[in-house]
């Protein structure tokens, strides 16, 4: 057993068992004892814990996916980067690496495929957006669940498009079979990295081989920058001919000729999907110019398995080594001088009849206003003005350029395409019927078109597709511009009149509703109140209100225990009072309260009670003596409170009043009295 099994990592994590081992990091079951779910725990290697790169990199991974939330992403809950121990929390996957699905299938059927590859694309493009880029995307960094959902993990090597810095660990990072060339020769990679690897993997579940395949790492590497893939059809005739258009397209050498976003590849996949019989005329930038890979080869060699991070293990013998080593470097010196000798061609045959014409470096121009450019009698350009919109940037700056600045030298008084910032560039509105709501939204945002989307009931559309939009497909609006989706949300429920169950048992309420063709909700409410348990207090929806078919209803009823009401009594105090009097109120014989008040005139006193059930006795007396006697009835159903009783109150005004003909009284009685004790 390992050392993390059995164990509790934070007084949380309670690990199970392991479920993985990768190059940098292992991977547990956990059970999450605070949010009460099971996770993936992964945890970086005792190895690496003194290792920079490797902290990096796993740092990097919990960066780049914290930003991140989509379905087909690995959820990230928790981190934690200690000096002992170093681990990410996930969402646990129960499911199988698309890579062990394939070696299964040997093949995979070319719908299956396509769905797969939409929903990686899919996954791609908001990590896209984010400004994340994978850069190791790989079946074995793709999960597959029971589903057909796919998962995409292993962001360990993923870096922010905004930065454009590169360690020397950086260059040449990733799978060596899924690599794309540039990402072999170490340059700065973005999106288009990640869908050439996409092509690869559509490639591999197509024909069931990979495109590449070598005895080492290093000759995969040189494929990947020089070879041309063997035609998907080539292998499996059954392959329709436009997804393998797709496939190469993705798997072009040069990024310029490849999807430039991932929302493009699905575009045409969703063309693919609508008549698979479909040919796509795809044209092919031409690089005249030679491209040197020496130093990446030289970088491979010294250390293949850390620079590409390959999952594959090559078990070289010296002497093949050698022998394949003299091979390989023979043909990139043969490809070199090739390079080199049709470079010197095109350049002499360009020249010819030019002579006389200077050669000049082209300036850049992005950035800059237009007026000032064209006004400057310095460029000698012909100068070609395309309209672009760019709603951050002003109107008439510069956008883009071609040829680019410093790029190669070129003729003076060759043509220069400026491409201007412009407020009222016309676009057209693409066809985006029948699209998912994503797809389309994205469609139109490529096209340079805002988007609202608006539900509508279509019995001929399927939930979730775009059955119109206004204004209409192809006609030309405004760039910026806001177009409306009309998402179908499928065809209209028929409507059920919710039944009236209050004052019912649970059990007959429940019948009723589910006889109505409505679901009852599985969490019952249960409130206290004067009702006998499981009697139905209220609903939602309300009886009487028209619902959808097959609507879920909430249903609240008595928890049999007695509900506490409260009860205001209102003491009418003497009219003829305005001076301090105790006030002491008793409830059902005990002394409740005693206080002081100064009733003013013709005023209430308020005395609150509480109670779930039966009948209470109130007295209330003022100075000692009796005043008001109330009945509280908690279980009548309308007034509770009941005068039973009512006392004059006596008080200094009355005792004033009366004082001289009692003081006579008492004389008389105290003179007879005398004259008694006399006799």
Known sequence: MDKYTGKRLDARYEIQELIGVGGMAVVYRAYDSIDDRIVALKILKDEYLGNEEFIRRFKTESNAIAVLSHPNIVKVYDVSFGTKIQYIVMEYIDGIALKEYIAKQKEIKWKEAVYFTQQILLALQHAHDKGVIHRDIKPQNIMLLKDGTIKVTDFGIARFACNDTQTMTDRAIGSVHYIAPEQAKGGITDEKADIYSVGVMLYE??????????????????????TQPKPPRAINESIPEGLEQITLRAMQKNPANRYQQAVDMLLDIEKFQENPSIKFQYKYFVDDNPTRYVDAINDIRSNPKDSYGDDYVYNDEEK???????????GIAAAVSLFAIIFLFITVFKSCGNENIKDVDVPNFVGMMLSDVQNNSSYNFVWKVESVHDSTKPEGMILDQSPQPSSKKIKEGSTVVLKVNSSGVLVTVPGVKGLTEEIAKAKLSNAGLKSETLMVVDSETAAGIVSGVDPQEGSKVTVDSTVRLYVSKGPEQEKII????????????????????????????YEDSDKDKDIVLSTNPLPGIAVDSGSTVKITVSSGVKKEKTVEVNVDLPSTVNYAVTLTTYINGVLDTTKTIVPSYNSNYKITLKGTTGKKMLNVDINGKQYRVYEIDFDAAGSNVKKVSSFEFVGKENTDKNSNSTSSESTSDSSSSNTQNKE
């Open 205 to 226: 579940m197509l024909t069931g081989k990979l495109p590449f395949e070598a005895d080492n790492a290093v000759s995969v590497a040189i494929m990947q920058m020089q």
């Open 498 to 525: 919710m039944p009236n169950v209050i004052g019912k048992t649970l059990v007959t309420a429940k019948n009723e509703i589910i006889t109505a063709k409505l679901k009852v909700d599985a969490d019952i409410i």
């Open 320 to 330: 093949k080594s050698k022998s394949k080593a003299t091979i390989i470097a023979g």
